[in-house]
């Protein structure tokens, strides 16, 4: 897929994640935030699968860098000038917390997660946002 083509779905789920959690805000006092919330890191998970994906075709494509895992690509990522060392944390951050979203079903992960789904939030913004201006 090219790499403009995952720059617009990573976009599209950006959008999509900040709809999902803007419903949580909006229901956070009734019976339906369980629900919005635990759309929300299901919406996270697949943004941030579309972001390390896009960072693996931008570095094959423009540095010529071959990546396979998600850690690996946002580390070479870094070691290419793209990221500081506080993007890079919070991503490893981000890798390991949605390896863990498996896990909703626990009341008090799903919340830890979800409590740090709003600086994700920021961050994906920030890895778009140098994509499109790097290509």
Known sequence: MALSKKLADLDNALQR?????????????????????????QRFEFTLEIAWKSIKTFLLEHEGIECRSPKGCLRDFLNAGYLDQIQITRL??????????????????????FGRIDSYRKVLRTILNTLQENI
């Open 92 to 113: 490893l951050t981000m890798i390991d917390d949605r390896n863990l979203a498996t896990h909703t079903y626990h009341e008090s992960l799903a919340e830890e997660i």
């Open 17 to 41: 994640l900040d709809e999902a959690c803007i419903q949580s805000q909006n229901h956070q006092r009734d019976d339906l935030y369980s629900f919005f919330r635990d759309s929300t890191i």
